[in-house]
């Protein structure tokens, strides 16, 4: 794993419903914004009852949950009400 990632993510809005959290850190030389979200794809929720978190980097003004995102982790939920 990322060293880097380790510690806070700050909230930082909504995606699809859900509440999202942000952290800066660096990546291959280079300062990146990194993005905590839970999914909502089908593929996701067909194989998880309640969707996955995910960490990602986006692109600049891209959205999380996409093909152009960079993923590091994901991992499933275990309850709906758990985020």
Same mark, same amino acid.
């Given at each position: ?24 850190? $660096? ?5 990146? !914004?990194?993005?905590?979200?839970? #999914?909502?794809? &089908? ?19 891209? $959205? ?5 995102? !960079?993923?590091?982790?994901?991992? #499933?939920?275990? &309850?709906?009400?758990?985020?």
């Amino acid at each position: 794993g990322l060293k880097d990632l380790n510690g806070f993510f700050r909230y930082a809005g909504y995606h699809n419903e859900r509440p999202m959290y942000c952290r800066t850190a $660096q990546f291959e030389g280079t300062a990146r !914004v990194f993005t905590l979200y839970r #999914s909502r794809w &089908k593929e996701d929720v067909a194989s998880c009852a309640f969707g996955r978190w995910n960490i990602s980097i986006c692109p600049v003004n891209g $959205q999380p949950g996409t093909e152009e995102e !960079v993923k590091f982790y994901d991992a #499933s939920s275990l &309850k709906s009400e758990m985020y």
